[in-house]
């Protein structure tokens, strides 16, 4: 364990309840709840093959994840604050979206579990009320800092589609709306898998006074192993998948209005293995892994636009919290002392304004 001699700010969590909220695993829940065996079963009947390949399991998507969860994953390590990132609130279609924002204003963020910081909600640019969803998001609670829509979509069909069509980002009516969040002063979560890099580098390019922070490093599927229907089936195709990042990651990190978040980065989709083996992904393991992305990424954003995050409970299929901060701090420690404290700390509290 890295004694890091400083609070941490986690900026990417998810809360979610399946037994009292808008959730896509509602109805399965209060059916099969008392019954995980079933309710794992049953879960796995209904939704599309591709969307349980890439969350891994089941469990951490129909179990609850709130305040107290959290407190318990981040074992020894003090969270100053955290920062909930929207998590595909099922009542998504046009100001429904806002139940998500009073939802995370009524749970117990206090001294006994971690204090919440600020709020990244959902709207679609594309809706003909999204300043008014927006306002609304506002009117819930003063943490709103910006808001996030998903354009994870791969030309892999067999790796799920965070979106209703491709290349989101650089749809017209998409970028309308977009305009929108610089008057607005709130920021843009971008989230796409690597092969779509490039959209959120147009993006930036064309709005450079909104601050836009790429999540998870930007997903490269398959890196790690095989995913989908073709993706990462060979040690060419994966070194092929990493140099084609590489590049995308490169030319980004040259518009100094985007960040990045070193999270995600142990969800199945990058062709992780570990949930299959039924095991967690040590310290060590973790660094053999991802040390290589996080070095060039800081090679390339340098350390002042890279922000730790957790993404949790997501990545917990694969490893736990605290193996994730311990391996995390660990690379940051041994590229840059110094910087510990920027990427831990001090970057997200800038983007975010908390």
Do not use: C
């Amino acid at each position: 364990m890295q004694q890091l001699g400083f609070p941490i700010i986690d900026p990417h969590i998810h809360q979610w309840d399946p037994y009292n909220t808008p959730h896509a695993a509602h109805l399965a829940v209060k059916l099969l709840g008392k019954y995980p065996y079933l309710l794992d079963k049953m879960v796995r009947l209904v939704k599309p093959k591709d969307l349980i390949e890439t969350v891994g399991l089941t469990t951490h998507i129909t179990q609850a994840y709130l305040p107290e969860n959290y407190k318990k994953d981040i074992g020894d390590y003090h969270v100053e604050q955290v920062v909930h990132i929207e998590a595909s609130w099922h009542d998504a279609k046009g100001k429904g979206v806002v139940g998500e924002t009073r939802f995370i204003e009524s749970l117990a963020f206090d001294e006994t579990t971690v204090k919440l910081g600020g709020i990244v909600a959902t709207a679609d640019p594309r809706d003909q009320n999204f300043k008014k969803i927006l306002k609304l998001h506002q009117k819930q609670s003063k943490k709103i800092r910006g808001i996030r829509r998903m354009a994870a979509v791969h030309e892999d069909k067999g790796i799920h589609a965070w979106a209703d069509i491709p290349h989101l980002y650089t749809d017209k009516k998409f970028l309308k709306g977009f305009e929108l969040l610089a008057q607005m002063n709130l920021s843009f979560d971008a989230w796409v898998y690597s092969n779509d890099i490039p959209d959120v580098i147009t993006l930036a390019r064309q709005f450079p006074e909104t601050s836009i922070v790429l999540d998870h490093f930007g997903t490269p599927a398959g890196l790690f192993g095989k995913v989908g229907q073709n993706t990462g089936l060979s040690k060419t195709a994966r070194e092929n998948i990493f140099y084609e990042w590489q590049e995308n990651i490169a030319e980004l990190s040259t518009l100094p209005n985007v960040y990045t978040k070193m999270s995600g980065l142990f969800m199945p989709v990058l062709g992780h293995q570990f949930h299959k083996q039924n095991k967690l992904a040590s310290k060590q393991e973790i660094i053999d892994l991802v040390a290589p992305l996080i070095t060039h990424v800081l090679d390339s954003f340098g350390t002042y636009r890279v922000m730790f995050a957790s993404n949790f409970p997501m990545d917990s299929v694969s490893t736990t919290l605290v193996n994730i901060i311990d391996a995390f701090s660990d690379i940051v420690y041994e590229y840059d002392e110094q910087a510990l404290e920027n990427i831990f700390h001090h970057n997200s509290k800038q983007f975010y304004r908390l």
